[in-house]
């Protein structure tokens, strides 16, 4: 359907709810002027509709419609510009949506991006259903349907990616912009007394769903946990055409998934036995005074029992869930998923002998067998959302009894993210070979690329960048889905090629390549952005004051009462300057081979929830500037927290410190910044100090990997030998002009 139909589209709904008299105009007025007339027109039509349904005040709804939909990219209609290739026409799977939520007496349906773990960052496809009903594919976002409207709630990360993918049914809802409502305040502003809001119990966490029950209770709208999910209905029936599947799609649960067994973790690698974790839970759950905790997380199990697996994306994650108690441990998992090997590992045949044992249940029972469970106990903690972690699902939530649940964050997100010393030396690893392998590819890609006799695009970037990784030593996998993201493709933060709008990379803008690994003995996540031609000096100025805050932030020196929502600004205020500012935050946690994302650390400035650094979290370090339509700019590197011992420095003002704790960061990431890039007089001499000794760390370190290498019969890749002329060029002395 083209924009300018979905526009026509849209009028129905409208002429549905107004009268006539309301708009002044009959409908084959309406319908010629909606045809022939420029977007300003619709705008005032549905302002007027909106104020007629709405509570909101007129100047904030017609901010909204302003900011929300008529901000929209080719829409509504727009004949100036084509539509974007990338976008999606969701018109059939939203009307079906809005047939079953008829048969199911409901008014609105909310359609989170969350599975039944309250994952958003990887999940299955299968799982994927807001992406089904929206087209929309970024890790943030929520979806709600009413029977007249569309509508998308998205962060920062994903306002062009998400007016791109959208169609011009859906209404755009830019989160954390001014007057943009929450949710609940939305619905209660189109939806009326008496009406049903609808949602999965088992797709939202348990604090939303709670805090939008009782929001919308005030105006007498109540929120049904349905039994059936509706957009599982929609999928089973409808034929989803798109790029890569043309073909009816059967909606699969998690029983009818590929089969992929879990296996164990070893020790040599997690640094811990399972035992030891297991008793160090149980230390935290006895401090807080609680008798069991109920795990829904899946890299707080992976972690906690040293299991991993093939469910989920880019994690090396098994479904399940866990009751741990003080004298019991239950895991839920799929019985295809499991070994003998694991049996032995969880000691779960030996229950009778063994102190401490696993028992092994069936998935989709622990609905039924939690209450059971906690017959005997008092207090269960179900874990709150908080950072990364979505915290228990609201049907989780409510297999326990009301007296006996306690909510606070897990126990297991601090003890998860504070690496051990093998997980530390592991971490350092896994960023070794990861700089060998993006060595060796970008060595040859800007060899080429400068030749001119070998195209590349920036899907033969992912294609191959990922083979590279995967020829290193414990390789398995990417650890996301690899960015390569060329001109103005890199302006959209999250941007991901496709066939439809995989670009021809030169020498006449930015390539910005986000990418990561996972190894058995860490996980890795770099950024670096290159140009292969001639920057302008205002490029060089922004790459220069990117990479000034970059340095900033790695440099800091700190006491341990200072939370991560607090440093951002250290690496945007060059940036702030000259004005200028980025829609994302400047770091997040990272798993050892685990989830790339993990809780707590999210050095975001605009977090409202504070996280405290503790010695090896790991996480990255990552500012960067997107100028749309034009080129993005984006530096990454992993960060492991360190301690100062600042008494050293100065024992003869021990007493002025307080007693507080200092600490600094360390760079594990040895992949060299762009020198042709920087503009070496806006830097001061510390600033440059430390790039030098980084450039320098990073030619000794890798320099020797690659020796080492050369000096051994192991399969290496192609371009070992042209790495060392690269990494000799690009760790150069940075210095200021004469």
């Given at each position: 359907m083209s924009c300018i139909a979905e526009g026509l589209q849209l009028w129905n709904h409208l002429f549905n709810a107004c009268s006539v008299e309301l708009m002044s105009l009959n409908r084959k007025e309406m319908e010629t002027r909606a045809a022939t007339s420029k977007p300003r027109f619709v705008t005032t039509v549905i302002i007027a509709w909106l104020m007629a349904k709405s509570t909101l005040s007129a100047s904030t709804i017609k901010a909204i419609v302003y900011r929300?939909?008529?901000?929209?990219?080719?829409?509504?209609?727009?004949?100036?510009?084509?539509?974007?290739?990338?976008?999606?026409?969701?018109?059939?799977?939203?009307?079906?949506?809005?047939?079953?939520?008829?048969?199911?007496?409901?008014?609105?349906?909310?359609?989170?991006?969350?599975?039944?773990?309250?994952?958003?960052?990887?999940?299955?496809?299968?799982?994927?259903?807001?992406?089904?009903?929206?087209?929309?594919?970024?890790?943030?976002?929520?979806?709600?349907?009413?029977?007249?409207?569309?509508?998308?709630?998205?962060?920062?990360?994903?306002?062009?990616?998400?007016?791109?993918?959208?169609?011009?049914?859906?209404?755009?809802?830019?989160?954390?912009?001014?007057?943009?409502?929450?949710?609940?305040?939305?619905?209660?502003?189109?939806?009326?007394?008496?009406?049903?809001?609808?949602?999965d119990p088992k797709l939202v966490n348990a604090n939303h769903w709670l805090q939008w029950r009782n929001e919308l209770a005030g105006s007498d709208i109540w929120l049904d946990a349905l039994p059936t999910n509706l957009v599982d209905v929609v999928w089973k029936c409808a034929k989803i055409v798109s790029p890569n599947n043309s073909t009816c799609s059967s909606r699969s649960s998690s029983s009818n998934k590929p089969s992929t067994t879990a296996y164990v973790h070893?020790?040599?690698?997690?640094?811990?036995?399972?035992?030891?974790?297991?008793?160090?839970?149980?230390?935290?759950?006895?401090?807080?005074?609680?008798?069991?905790?109920?795990?829904?997380?899946?890299?707080?199990?992976?972690?906690?029992?040293?299991?991993?697996?093939?469910?989920?994306?880019?994690?090396?994650?098994?479904?399940?869930?866990?009751?741990?108690?003080?004298?019991?441990?239950?895991?839920?998992?799929?019985?295809?998923?499991?070994?003998?090997?694991?049996?032995?590992?969880?000691?779960?045949?030996?229950?009778?002998?063994?102190?401490?044992?696993?028992?092994?249940?069936?998935?989709?029972?622990?609905?039924?067998?939690?209450?059971?469970?906690?017959?005997?106990?008092?207090?269960?903690?179900?874990?709150?959302?908080?950072?990364?972690s979505g915290g228990v699902s609201f049907a989780i939530y409510e297999t326990i009894p009301a007296v006996k649940r306690r909510t606070s964050p897990s126990p297991l997100i601090l003890l998860k993210a504070t690496k051990n010393a093998i997980e530390v030396e592991g971490m350092k690893n896994a960023h070794m070979k990861d700089a060998v392998a993006l060595c060796d590819f970008l060595s040859l890609l800007q060899e080429q690329i400068h030749e001119g006799k070998v195209q590349w695009d920036e899907l033969k970037v992912v294609h191959t960048l990922d083979e590279y990784r995967q020829q290193q030593d414990l390789n398995r996998g990417p650890s996301f889905s690899t960015i390569a993201a060329f001109g103005p493709n890199g302006a959209v933060i999250h941007y991901r090629p496709s066939l439809e709008t995989n670009r021809i990379i030169d020498n006449s803008s930015f390539l910005i390549i986000d990418s990561g690994g996972q190894y058995l003995d860490g996980t890795t996540d770099v950024t670096r952005t290159f140009h292969f031609g001639r920057a302008t000096q205002r490029q060089k100025e922004i790459y220069t004051r990117v990479l000034m805050g970059a340095i900033d932030l790695a440099a800091l020196v700190f006491s341990d009462s200072i939370a991560d929502s607090h440093v951002d600004i250290i690496a945007r205020q060059h940036l702030y300057q000259v004005g200028l500012d980025y829609h994302h935050g400047t770091g997040h946690g990272i798993g050892s081979f685990l989830n790339v994302h993990e809780s707590p650390i999210q050095v975001n400035i605009n977090s409202k929830e504070p996280h405290r650094f503790r010695a090896n979290y790991f996480f990255s370090d990552e500012p960067g500037y997107y100028l749309p339509n034009e080129y993005g700019i984006r530096l990454e590197t992993i960060l492991r927290v360190v301690d100062v011992n600042m008494t050293q420095q100065h024992p003869q003002e021990e007493s002025h410190y307080g007693g507080n704790r200092f600490f600094g960061f360390e760079p594990v990431t040895m992949v060299p910044f762009e020198s042709d890039l920087i503009l070496a007089d806006m830097m001061t001499s510390k600033q440059m100090k430390w790039l030098n000794d980084y450039?320098?760390?990073?030619?000794?370190?890798?320099?020797?990997?690659?020796?080492?290498?050369?000096?051994?019969?192991?399969?290496?890749?192609?371009?070992?030998?042209?790495?060392?002329?690269?990494?000799?060029?690009?760790?150069?002395?940075v210095t200021p002009s004469p």
């Open positions: 929300n939909m008529m901000d929209r990219l080719a829409c509504p209609p727009d004949y100036d510009h084509s539509e974007p290739a990338n976008r999606v026409n969701t018109s059939l799977r939203v009307e079906m949506l809005r047939k079953a939520m008829t048969l199911s007496n409901v008014d609105a349906y909310i359609i989170t991006g969350e599975d039944q773990h309250q994952q958003t960052e990887m999940i299955s496809p299968e799982n994927d259903r807001r992406q089904l009903v929206s087209g929309f594919t970024g890790s943030s976002g929520t979806a709600v349907v009413t029977d007249k409207q569309a509508v998308l709630w998205t962060d920062g990360r994903y306002y062009l990616q998400a007016d791109q993918q959208l169609d011009c049914q859906w209404i755009l809802m830019k989160s954390g912009r001014d007057q943009v409502p929450e949710i609940s305040h939305w619905l209660k502003s189109v939806l009326s007394p008496g009406d049903r809001v609808g949602a070893d020790i040599a690698y997690s640094g811990q036995s399972w035992q030891d974790k297991v008793d160090a839970v149980r230390n935290e759950l006895m401090a807080q005074k609680l008798d069991a905790v109920v795990l829904t997380a899946l890299d707080e199990i992976a972690w906690l029992l040293n299991l991993r697996g093939g469910d989920v994306p880019y994690s090396p994650l098994v479904e399940g869930y866990v009751y741990l108690s003080l004298d019991r441990i239950v895991l839920f998992i799929q019985p295809t998923k499991m070994t003998e090997l694991i049996r032995e590992h969880l000691n779960s045949d030996d229950c009778q002998e063994e102190t401490i044992c696993v028992e092994v249940r069936h998935y989709e029972n622990v609905f039924n067998d939690l209450p059971v469970l906690t017959e005997n106990v008092d207090s269960v903690l179900l874990p709150s959302n908080y950072a990364y450039h320098q760390l990073v030619r000794l370190n890798v320099g020797a990997e690659l020796q080492r290498r050369r000096n051994t019969t192991s399969t290496t890749s192609s371009n070992t030998g042209g790495c060392w002329p690269w990494l000799v060029s690009k760790t150069r002395p």
